[in-house]
């Protein structure tokens, strides 16, 4: 056969097979000119209008409408709960987990594929909100992490639904609006979470640096001159502008403009190199959604010997965010974060610069 | 679907697929040769003498294996239009080693709007491995082949079921 091989002519594919232009039917090789063997559509493969080489599918087809009519619904959803019913279970857990269940059973695709498809909607729907002032920077960052692991369960959900009911005759698309529906019961059983407990949370930090410097370099967040961390500054409620206003005495009151939103702090205790303490009296978009900021202060303690100053920085918030254990480990880190931002400044400045600079 | 390997390693794998096509429109497919032989895992890719696939066309057919390529020889065995087509994939140098088989694919109406499509692999296997190994192989590749094959055509029946699909009239 090998010796023979070298005087035969052999021929790979010529591109894409050419198909009829009603049925899809494969007309390669049944003559130049001709009928469709199953429709009867005349051809003439000299004459491309008369054949398509398109395949009779298109991939995105079978994924798009789902990941679509997922991401439609799930966004739909936050935006008739978050507002009516604030954070809860249905917001943080139900919506994605249902869009996740619309995304699994209506695309027929390989499972990385779907974990991929979760993704996207999951993080599509938070930057939506986020796009459309629904939520915060900070809320939405938290907000489209914790859907994740639903919007997967969610998929796994939708995709045993969807193989169970194929073994059944009741018709399948009546389910869903159901799923839809879910998370919507689920938020008129749960209510919505009016009260819930103040957080306190304080960061410690030793400045090498006696209590009156530590006292002289004390700043609000706004005032801290380099650049906040990035999990502060992806949120432009956090980003600062200016502030103006006093902080020296008890009733002044120091205004922080960020790019977008305010928040109005009044001094209410000052006891010079020991403490200084304050509440915020107005609190406009700056994470109104997920918080009320209530009260906060610098708790000056000398060290040991004398030479360093241990500081104390506490906020106390009313969160709006629930389940608790879901937000509260991301807000300790957010405001952690932000602690630490203050202490750096705070640091920086007391340890540089000499006494009663200020 | 059943993967034999007899004592004599005689090999037949045979699969029946049912599909909401009818015969012809199944066949309107699998008719695109190229696309529809290569669907098992090692086939890289077909050159037929004088590039029409039909009764008797020497075949040679590209094979992978991970990184490494090599070449083997066939023939086309039956084409039979509206029915289906078989082919046989040989050593290049020995007809008689590296495991000599045939595949064929064919469809037949099961009712008016419905077929099955059969697909088989018969062959020796001539690897002196045991035959438990043997059928656990075969039986991997060939899943490949029929899944591979089931989806495509499972794809172009909900196609053409779509609103707005090609019209296809039986």
């Known amino acids: 056969m090998i010796a023979r091989m070298a005087d035969v002519d052999f021929t790979g594919p010529e591109g894409p097979p050419k198909r009829c232009k009603v049925c899809a039917y494969v007309l390669d090789h049944l003559g130049i000119v001709g009928q469709c063997p199953e429709c009867g559509q005349p051809f003439n493969l000299a004459d491309p209008m008369t054949y398509t080489n398109k395949p009779p599918f298109l991939w995105w087809t079978f994924w798009m409408p789902g990941l679509l009519t997922a991401f439609a619904i799930g966004v739909a959803l936050y935006l ?64 489209g992490t914790l ?26 698309r009546l389910h869903l609006p159901m799923l839809a529906l879910l998370p919507v019961l689920l938020a008129l059983i749960e209510g919505r979470h009016s009260q819930m407990a103040v957080v306190t949370t304080s960061t410690v930090a030793t400045l090498n640096a006696p209590p009156d410097r530590a006292w002289q370099s004390i700043q609000f967040y706004e005032q801290v001159k380099h650049r906040p961390p990035w999990l502060l500054y992806v949120s432009p409620s956090l980003r600062p502008l200016y502030t103006f206003g006093q902080s020296g005495h008890v009733g002044d009151r120091k205004t922080c403009i960020y790019e977008r939103g305010r928040l109005v702090k009044e001094i209410t205790e000052v006891v010079p190199g020991k403490r200084l303490a304050f509440k915020v009296v107005e609190q406009t978009e700056i994470e109104n959604d997920g918080v009320r900021l209530i009260d906060g202060s610098f708790e000056l303690t000398p060290t040991a010997d004398g030479r360093g100053t241990v500081v104390t920085l506490t906020t106390r918030y009313e969160p709006k965010l629930a389940p ?10 957010a405001v952690h974060t932000l602690h630490g931002h203050v202490l750096r400044g705070m640091k920086e400045d007391a340890e540089a610069a000499p006494a009663g600079h200020k | 679907m059943t993967v034999r390997v007899t004592a004599r390693r005689r090999v037949v794998c045979r699969a ?150 090609p019209q296809i009239r039986s």
């Open chain 1, 80 to 143: 008739l709960l978050i507002p009516l019913m604030g954070y809860g279970w249905a917001t943080t857990v139900a919506v994605p987990t249902a869009a996740g269940a619309i995304l699994g059973y209506r695309v027929q695709m390989q499972w990385a594929v779907l974990v991929l498809l979760s993704l996207i909607v999951a993080s599509g729907m938070a930057a939506t909100l986020l796009m459309m002032s629904v939520t915060g920077g900070l809320c939405t960052l938290i907000l």
């Open chain 1, 147 to 172: 859907a994740v692991l639903p919007a997967f369960c969610g998929v796994c959900v939708g995709v045993l639904l969807r193989t169970h009911l194929k073994g059944t005759k009741f018709t399948q």
């Open chain 1, 324 to 333: 608790r254990f879901a937000y509260l480990p991301a807000e300790n880190m």
């Open chain 2, 16 to 165: 029946v697929v049912p599909l909401p096509l009818t015969a012809r429109q199944a066949w309107g497919q699998l008719r695109d040769f190229h696309r529809y032989a290569a669907h098992d895992h090692f086939h890289a890719g077909f050159l037929i003498e004088g590039g029409v696939p039909q009764a008797g066309a020497r075949l040679t057919i590209e094979h992978r294996y991970g990184p490494f390529r090599t070449r083997r020889v066939g023939r086309i065995l039956r084409w039979r239009e509206g029915e289906g087509f078989a082919f046989s994939d040989l050593s290049i140098g020995d007809a008689r080693r590296a495991f000599p088989h045939v595949l064929r694919m064919s469809v037949g109406p099961t009712s008016e709007a419905t077929c099955a499509l059969t697909i088989a692999v018969t062959g020796r296997w001539t690897a002196p491995t045991p035959r438990w190994i043997a059928r656990l192989w075969l039986a991997w590749v060939f899943l490949q082949i029929v899944q591979k094959t089931r989806n495509g055509l499972l794809l172009f029946a909900a196609t053409s079921q779509r609103p707005g699909a």
